[in-house]
């Protein structure tokens, strides 16, 4: 009984407190109504730079374009924009930068797992959204009420290709994952999925990221005799593990992630890319979608856009910052700057079709995105070319 | 039997990397007493060199090798010249810390010059990949072999055949005595690293097409190549270039019959229980010294 009363007493301070951090984080914000700030984190520098690099340029060229068109509700919209460099620990301090120096009503970022996970806490105890770029499930399952994302999900790239073996008639597969956190990731959803589609996967290997040859573990896997084998990682090592494929003769369909979804590749693996099966997001193959695609018209916009701002191609990855900032702005939109109509805002967000797929978020999904954000591709003469759904 | 057949290819054809790095370091070591970890760099440049002068510049193969090889040993006098011999009054253990700074520096430099992307380098002949008994084999890995046993005899011929050898090794005993008998032991140690930082360069080149060359290659294979050194016993060439087959076959035979995802494990539990069980190495008939 005393202990509930200590606990209520507490629940009551601690409320109490909160009331008051919001108070002393909102009242700057008020007095400076004359623009929003929304803050961005992004590697844009770093081993991730990749990702962030893009995505940096990305949310700069949308709060232009925002602006140019009168802003929000009349209102000016200001990017906040740090650099995580792919460090966690820079990431926790740029948020709290965003968080108490700059006041910022929303913030899109970070652009990888790590870093997104090291600022969630803090996200949800300041109560500001954040849509997060970043690809790992865990980000947004379970569900933290403060946190979005816009990228797809492993699960989704995992769903998209069991589909296309399910149509195949694809029973037994191998797979090799490379030894980090993407590959990890890839190899669970890998193998916890494989049930719900019919899948066996026989045959568990692993490469480091700077293996120079991968003939053992496919020896290995040959002697499995699966019906295709699944590579799950980013450049290069499936590039080493597609020609190693091919010098070992392995006369079975070789699948790839969307983490080697890109022309890199194809320069990397040479011959050896011919006839590989891969999930993509749809940018990669804009020029081939229907004309009845409902993407196809952003998805040009955009790369237009981006091509003769910054004259250099667009990637999926600048994508994700793209649908961050065009949904933000439409729950911006009416909420007159309020933390939490924003948040209600983003999370009744439905059928936005954007660069990366269409989202349709609800409370129990804040990633939004269905495997249709995939679209599956083979490498053809060293393109890309639409595998028939 | 065919999957052994297979794991033995490949595991020969990593182990000849690895050999021609670990007799690029023994070598080394034997002639001046300084273990360079920047040397896994020096294999880096010599594959980003041949991406440069042959992939990009499409320059003839047999004048980019040269080329290739002739720059990075360039690059590793300049390195003795300006971080080592200013240096070399002090312990060897300041020696050996600052070369692992410089692998640093060279792979920062590396990173900006080349960027962070990796390279692929086609192989040097067009040949298909042979079967034998089942079990694919690619030409690449002949050549492979092929140039690791090259280097190593020419290395070996060096020092048993010519005077500029002998010098190097009577250096490497005593630099006092060396320096009294009237060998100019500077130039002998800046040959050393000219010699050693070319061998590198060429184990990048030859690698280059069957791995893929980015600016962070270097660190692994230098590790592998110290661990090859020091199970073959430093100082000891012919020991090095076992030190390095075995350490490949293992590697390969660990992966295939155990768990991949213990590959690199198992070379350091290796090196460990072999520095344990017989501190100089497998094949050092010398005592291990200094230190």
Known sequence: MKQRKINAALLVMAFCGMVMAASVIETPSVLAA???????????????????????????????????????????VEAVIYDSEGDPAKAVSAVNKLLHKDNVIAIIGPSTTPTTLAIVNFIEKARVPLISCAAGVEITSPIK??????????????????????????????????????????????????????????????????DTDTTAQLTKIKSALPDAIVCWGTNPGPAVVAKNVKQLKIDVPLYQSHGVASPKFIELAGDASEGIILPTGKILVTKLLAETDPQKKILEKYEADYKTKFNS????????????????????????????????????????????????????????????????????????????? | MQEIIQYLFSGVTTGSIYAVIAVGLSMLYSSTELINFSHGEFVMLGAMGIVTLWVHLSLPLPLAFILTVAGVSVIGMLFERFAIRTAKKHQPITLVIITVGASI?????????????????????KHESIEIAGAALVPQSLFIVVAAFILAGAIHLFFKQTLTGKAMVACAVNKKAAWLSGIPSERIGVLAFIISTGTGAAAGIFIAPI???????????????????MIGGLGSLWGAFAGGILLGVLESLGAGLISSGLKDAIAFILLLLILYICPAGLFSAKVAKRF
């Not at chain 1, 081993?47 to 949308?62: I, V, Y």
């Not at chain 1, 994952?177 to 890998?190: R, Y």
């Not at chain 1, 079709?353 to 939004?368: K, L």
């Not at chain 1, 495997?371 to 393109?383: H, L, R, S």
């Open chain 2, 211 to 229: 791995t893929m060359s980015s600016y962070d290659m270097g660190t692994m294979l230098g590790l592998k190549g110290f661990c090859a050194a």
């Open chain 1, 34 to 76: 004359s623009a929003y700030k929304i803050g961005g984190i992004f590697d844009s520098t770093g081993p991730a730079s990749f990702l962030g690099d893009p995505e940096k340029k990305t949310m700069e060229m949308m709060v232009e374009q925002i602006n140019a068109a009168g802003g929000i509700d009349g209102q000016k």
């Open chain 1, 313 to 389: 191609n667009v990637s999926g990855f600048g994508g994700y910052a793209y649908d961050a900032m065009l949904m933000l702005d439409n729950a911006v939109k009416g909420s007159g700057g309020d933390k939490e109509k924003i948040r209600a805002a983003l999370e009744s967000t439905k059928k936005y079709v954007g660069v990366t797929g269409e989202f349709n978020f609800s409370a129990t999904d804040h990633n939004g995105l269905s495997p249709d954000a995939f679209v599956m591709v083979e490498i053809k003469g060293g393109t890309w070319k639409l595998l028939d759904k």
């Open chain 2, 105 to 125: 520096l060279f792979r920062g430099l590396a990173m900006i010059l080349w960027g962070k992307d990796p390279f692929s380098v086609p192989s040097f002949s």
């Open chain 1, 145 to 210: 009420p403060w946190v979005f994302k816009t990228a797809q999900s492993d699960l989704l790239a995992v769903a998209a290709i069991y589909k296309t073996m399910q149509a195949k008639g694809i029973k037994k597969i191998g797979i090799i994952t490379v030894a980090n956190a993407f590959g990890e990731s890839g190899k669970n959803q890998l193998v916890g999925q494989a049930k719900d589609f019919g899948i066996e996967v026989v045959i568990k290997e692993s490469f480091g990221p700077n």
